[in-house]
């Protein structure tokens, strides 16, 4: 990453498919992803530090999750979820461009 914070302002969905070793690839929402058999997960960047994480739920559909995030620097992303659905956790933002988003494993 460049010394510049990360642009991941949007929602992406898990491209599982196009992960690497070290890398987890996201898309935005409306890339034509082709079928899969597992749930995609989803994550939601909104500018005002608002977060939504969609997980799959117990019948496959999406179940969104509020939380927060705000950029660290050096790329890592602090995730923080208020209600307590979730441990906080630090991502790791290898590149953000062309409409991909890599986010190290």
């Known amino acids: 990453?460049?010394?510049?914070?990360?642009?991941?302002?949007?929602?992406?969905?898990?491209?599982?498919?196009?992960?690497?070793?070290?890398?987890?690839?996201?898309?935005?929402a409306d890339h034509p992803f082709r079928p899969s058999r597992r749930p995609r997960r989803g994550l939601e960047f909104r500018a005002d530090g608002t977060f939504t994480d969609l997980r799959p739920g117990p019948d496959d559909r999406p179940r969104e999750v509020p939380g927060r995030w705000r950029d660290e620097g050096g790329g890592r992303l602090r995730i923080t979820f208020p209600a307590g659905d979730g441990a906080p956790s630090d991502l790791s933002v290898i590149s953000c461009a062309d409409g991909v988003l890599m986010i190290a494993k």
């Open 1 to 28: 990453m460049s010394g510049e914070p990360p642009d991941v302002v949007g929602a992406w969905l898990h491209s599982h498919e196009e992960d690497t070793e070290t890398a987890a690839v996201y898309r935005p």
